[in-house]
T-cell receptor, first 114, second 114 residues
Framework: KAGVTQTPRYLIKTRGQQVTLSCSPISGHRSVSWYQQTPGQGLQFLFEYFSETQRNKGNFPGRFSGRQFSNSRSEMNVSTLELGDSALYLC?????????????FGPGTRLTVT | AQTVTQSQPEMSVQEAETVTLSCTYDTSESDYYLFWYKQPPSRQMILVIRQEAYKQQNATENRFSVNFQKAAKSFSLKISDSQLGDAAMYFCAYRPPAGNQFYFGTGTSLTVIP
């Protein structure tokens, strides 16, 4: 079974621009979560989508948004990029139902804002 | 809010020896899930082991085992017969009984000395 895939793997953007990151979950997984990972803050939860609906949201400004499609693929968008948005963005998928629901992570997208 | 604390930013172990990584968490729930993830230099997060809070028996996966102390809200990871490939950042994570939001600790960087 294929793992979680994320595209692109690396991005360089300029302050003020916007960016869209993509995540394809493991087949059969309906939940997709997004995390921002930085050296100083660790892994911070952005949001979770389940069956095309945002189910949980972390404490990030409205510049960070996401969506999920009917095939469970998810996109994350960051508008008006700031230097502090430079980070590794990780996507994780899980079944999303009852039980432990361990999350399986993609390789991440490394975003650099200059 | 749930918090997960990893008090050891860095640890080192001799190859073939045993090392224990500490994790404590704060919750008012009685039913929840705990995980250890490993992030090697490749940045791919890998699930190491999981523990359901309602199970008294400590989880074990090959050389990896946990010491789950529910009353103390402690969840440590023991790595036996350490190998060079175990060198990575290790994250402890908590998932409440409802919803699918994971809370991660700040990580422990493990170095394995040949």
């Amino acid at each position: 079974k294929a793992g979680v895939t994320q595209t692109p793997r690396y991005l360089i953007k300029t302050r003020g621009q916007q960016v869209t990151l993509s995540c394809s979950p493991i087949s059969g997984h309906r939940s997709v979560s997004w995390y921002q990972q930085t050296p100083g803050q660790g892994l911070q939860f952005l949001f979770e989508y389940f069956s095309e609906t945002q189910r949980n949201k972390g404490n990030f400004p409205g510049r960070f948004s996401g969506r999920q499609f009917s095939n469970s693929r998810s996109e994350m968008n960051v508008s008006t990029l700031e230097l502090g948005d430079s980070a590794l963005y990780l996507c994780a998928s899980s079944r999303g139902g009852q039980g432990a629901n361990e999350q399986y992570f993609g390789p991440g997208t490394r975003l650099t804002v200059t | 809010a749930q918090t997960v604390t990893q008090s050891q930013p860095e640890m080192s172990v001799q190859e073939a020896e045993t090392v224990t990584l500490s994790c404590t968490y704060d919750t008012s729930e009685s039913d929840y899930y705990l995980f250890w993830y490993k992030q090697p230099p490749s940045r791919q997060m890998i699930l190491v082991i999981r523990q359901e809070a309602y199970k008294q028996q400590n989880a074990t996966e090959n050389r990896f085992s946990v010491n789950f102390q529910k009353a103390a809200k402690s969840f440590s990871l023991k790595i036996s017969d350490s190998q060079l490939g175990d060198a990575a950042m290790y994250f402890c994570a908590y998932r409440p009984p409802a919803g699918n939001q994971f809370y991660f600790g700040t990580g422990t960087s493990l170095t394995v000395i040949p």
